[in-house]
């Protein structure tokens, strides 16, 4: 697991939270939201280990935590295969108690910072039913293209940086 540069955002709206890349231990917590918030409802099994994608050293991952413990995380994926310059949004999960505070939003954008820091000119989320208004919140727009994501149909949203 690489562990990035600290860089930290302290946000305060409702919550006080921490916005940084994570390090190794920290990222076992990513593993955990990632899995209650996202694969446990669609029945995936428990990942321990990062997968060899979360390694990749292009791959940026984002957290939020309070009282040290990682309450939200997003990761973005360089995404070679729909052009130069394009990011994927990938794992994008909040703490369910902590939702609809501004935690997640803060989230990503730090990591679309980031991206745009090495080059992004469009970023991808594939939008899970619900999180939809998240997105469109965050200036992303609906382009048509439909995905399929562990059996369900994502529509793609993108976002230009520039
Ligand atoms: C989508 C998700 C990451 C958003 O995280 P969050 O920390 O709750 O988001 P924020 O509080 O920063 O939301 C910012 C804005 O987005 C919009 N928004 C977020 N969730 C919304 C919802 N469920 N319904 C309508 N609008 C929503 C709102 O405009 C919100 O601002 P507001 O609360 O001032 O109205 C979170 O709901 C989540 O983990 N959902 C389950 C997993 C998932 O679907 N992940 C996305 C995979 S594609």
């Known amino acids: 697991m690489s562990v990035y ?47 060899k994608s979360d ?34 949004v990938r794992k994008m999960a909040t703490e369910p108690r902590l939702m609809r505070k501004g935690i997640g939003a803060k989230v990503l954008d730090y990591a679309e910072s980031i991206a745009r820091k090495r080059g992004a000119k469009n970023i991808i989320a594939h939008a899970f039913k619900g999180a939809v208004p998240f997105y469109e919140h965050m200036g992303y727009k609906l382009n048509g293209r439909i995905e399929m994501h562990d059996g369900e149909e994502t529509p793609e949203m993108v976002k230009s940086t520039f």
Request: one cysteine or more; aromatic letters at 8%.
């Open 5 to 51: 540069c600290y860089t930290y955002y302290i946000m305060t709206r409702e919550e006080k939270v921490i916005i940084k890349t994570p390090n190794g231990k920290e990222f076992v917590q990513v593993l955990d939201l990632r899995w209650r918030v996202l694969d446990e409802p669609l029945s995936c099994s428990h990942q321990t280990l990062p997968s």
């Open 55 to 88: 390694e990749k050293p292009d791959v940026i991952h984002v957290v939020a935590l309070k009282n040290n413990k990682v309450v939200s995380t997003v990761r973005l994926d360089p995404h070679p295969e729909r052009g130069d310059n394009v990011f994927l």
